[in-house]
């Protein structure tokens, strides 16, 4: 399921970041990073966080009726999947390389602030059959303590970084059959005799 978010993600930044040739990876921003294989600009949007929306939790079950039976599920689970977006030049000047960095993250800002919902043309896999649709949410309160101690833990320099929420559902139940639909009402009527 991540690696269909994942795909989703680069679909929609391919679609509609048209200003400049960039780069899209999924990599840890360490103190390895960017691997030698990555060409410049790059943007790279990193899963750092998983965890259950409870605010959406529903406790309903869903009702499908096919081939002549019923049955029910659970609703799915909200997830919520955080991802840090930063941005590399590959210039050697620091400061063309933050001007740049900069300017690439605005236009990925940009893009991202138009969805509040994915569009359907991008979603790839099990997110383009998903119900409710995936929602989205730029610069939101994120769930790192500190982006400080984020950058020392990866080891690497503190980037300007943007913090993009997804939510997707995930199906947790397996249909349970309810049995067969009625298809046809008797009605029997029988009329009282008079005394």
Known sequence: MFHDLDDTLAALLKRDLKTV????????PDDQFPPASVTFPAIDLFLY????NAALRSNEW???RSNGQASRERAPVRVDCSY??????????????????????G??????LRYQKLPADVLQGELATQEPPVRAKLIRDGYL???GEFWQAMGGRPKAALNYT?????PVGEPEPLGPLVET???RMQTKEKE
């Open 62 to 64: 869903h009702e499908t």
């Open 107 to 112: 236009e990925v800002m940009r893009v991202l």
């Open 166 to 170: 997804v939510t997707i559902s995930v």
């Open 21 to 28: 040739p960039v780069a899209l990876g999924f990599a840890t």
């Open 84 to 105: 840090l977006i930063t941005a590399w030049s590959g210039q050697s000047d620091p400061v063309a390389a933050i001007k740049d960095e900069h300017y690439l993250l």
């Open 49 to 52: 966080d998983v965890r259950e």
């Open 185 to 187: 009402h008797h009605i």
């Open 145 to 147: 303590q500190s982006l």
